[in-house]
């Protein structure tokens, strides 16, 4: 099935280091797409993305400890992980606005 593929490609694409790969079985698990939903193997994979100092992964965190999805609900820990997830996009904004600068002066 079509799906299942999909799983296993991020699989594959998480053991060579992609951490969008490990974000979105954290989606794919939590969600149950493609899979069985289980939100403990979610919660797993957001903390492997996480790691990885992958923003969707500190967002996924935030989302699961929010609500108690995966893992107790620990609303003093969410807010951690929603604090690193907007300083890692705000890091990651700045990057790509040096990159436009310097594209437009080309």
Known sequence: ???GREVSQLKEAYKKGHPMAACNLSAAYGEGIGVKRNAETGFDWARKASAMHFYGGYQNM????????GTPKDSNAAKVWRTKAQQELTKHEREVEKWWEKASRS
């Open 62 to 69: 935030c989302y699961c400890l929010s609500n108690g999805d």
């Open 1 to 3: 099935d079509e799906k």
